[in-house]
């Protein structure tokens, strides 16, 4: 039987960002694993703050596997964390999110390709051209040499994964870059974003490059050249009711509960978005909830096919930042929305 290389995938304890952590356990398997033949398996808690030191250790529950295409039989295995009784670790926000299936997120990722302290392709101490060229940009003056390579790469072996990857492409700062993940499933996509980070920060460790995720990296003061924009990770929702039955005055509720909990959500659309929500660079400022058809500077966006289609569909909340949580931020929206009675 074929030795398998079983990576386990897992969040640590740190706050207000969990970093992503991972071992590696080989096991015999007839053919590639299924998900219910893989074991749980356990790690030390006390190096990942999620345990003291005498009683440590930390279990890892499978929740979904993945073909690893750059190494022989490799696999991907994200993973819970549960406590020694089995019982959710209290750092584990995947459990937090209501189970439904007709519930479909698409995430879009934001990041910035960081070298030697500074995003690539930014001169040794200074700044390149001001934004202008590098949204969507071709050619060696706006791209450079190897983002678009790693980008690639990337893309690759997420589709090896059999993630569902929808597209990428490069962003309005040089340096970056977003990719688009869709998931149906309340679960699904927030799985596959985790799994997309790490397998982009695991590719980039041979090129001495790191992912910043953090919202806002570049902090210049705002006047041109040296005000560059921050990063998010919008996410474009619905529900089956969303998409088949809708209409206007259930959307008006659905907005009225998103503004009842503005706060409950900005709590979890990731660590200093008030450096990104600041009112510019197609944002709403941190303390205000808008919504507007094709407005990209409302908090919630909504699509004008939203609109044609009797207000059915799905709509984009462009408040969550690039180092959220895709497990709290798809919990979070999913509660508000379900807040909302439908007959
Ligand atoms: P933009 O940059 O204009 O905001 P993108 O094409 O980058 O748009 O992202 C749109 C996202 O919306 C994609 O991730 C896509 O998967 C997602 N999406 C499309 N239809 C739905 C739907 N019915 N429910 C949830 N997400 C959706
Ligand atoms: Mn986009
Ligand atoms: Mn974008
Ligand atoms: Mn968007």
New binding site residues.
């Given amino acids: 039987m074929p030795k398998y290389k079983l990576e386990y995938i897992w969040l640590d304890g740190y706050s207000p960002l969990a970093n992503l952590r991972s071992k590696t356990q080989i096991k015999e398997f007839a053919s590639f694993p299924k998900l219910e033949e893989l074991p749980q398996w356990n790690f030390d808690g006390s190096s990942t703050r999620q345990a003291e030191g005498k009683s440590a250790d930390c279990l890892l529950r499978p929740v979904a596997v993945y073909p690893d295409s750059t190494r022989r039989n490799g696999v991907l295995v994200m993973c819970e964390v549960l406590l020694p009784d089995g019982s959710p670790h209290p750092s584990n926000t995947r459990a937090t999110i209501p189970d439904d299936e007709g519930t479909?997120?698409?995430?879009?990722q934001e990041f910035f390709f960081y070298k030697d302290g500074a995003p690539l392709g930014f001169p040794p101490g200074g700044y390149p051209a001001p934004q202008g060229l590098y949204y969507t940009g071709v050619g060696y003056q706006s791209i450079g040499a190897l983002a678009r390579e790693l980008v690639e790469q990337h893309m690759d072996i997420c589709l090896d994964a059999g993630l569902n990857y929808?597209?990428t492409n490069a962003e309005v700062a040089k340096g970056q870059w977003?990719f688009?993940?869709?998931g149906k499933g309340s679960k699904k996509a927030a799985d596959e974003i985790w799994v997309a980070r790490y397998l982009l920060s695991r590719l980039t460790e041979r090129y001495g490059i790191d992912i910043a995720w953090e919202c806002k990296p570049i902090r210049g003061p705002f006047n041109e050249p040296l005000d560059w924009n921050g990063s998010g990770m919008?996410a474009?929702?619905?529900t089956a009711y969303m998409?088949e039955v809708g209409g206007k005055a259930y959307f008006e509720q659905l907005m009225g509960a998103f503004s009842k909990y503005m706060d409950e959500h900005i709590a979890v659309y990731g660590p200093d978005n008030h450096m990104r929500l600041t009112g510019l660079h197609e944002t709403q400022s941190i303390d205000k909830f808008t919504y507007g058809v094709a407005d990209r500077g409302s908090s919630i966006r909504i699509p004008h096919a939203f609109v044609n289609n009797g207000y059915r569909?799905?709509l984009?909340d462009r408040r969550p930042n690039s180092a959220a949580d895709p497990y709290l931020v798809a919990g979070r929206i999913l509660k508000t929305v379900q807040s909302v009675p439908t007959p």
């Fill in positions: 479909w997120f698409g995430f879009e929808e597209g977003e688009q993940i869709f919008h474009n929702f619905s998409r569909g799905y984009e």
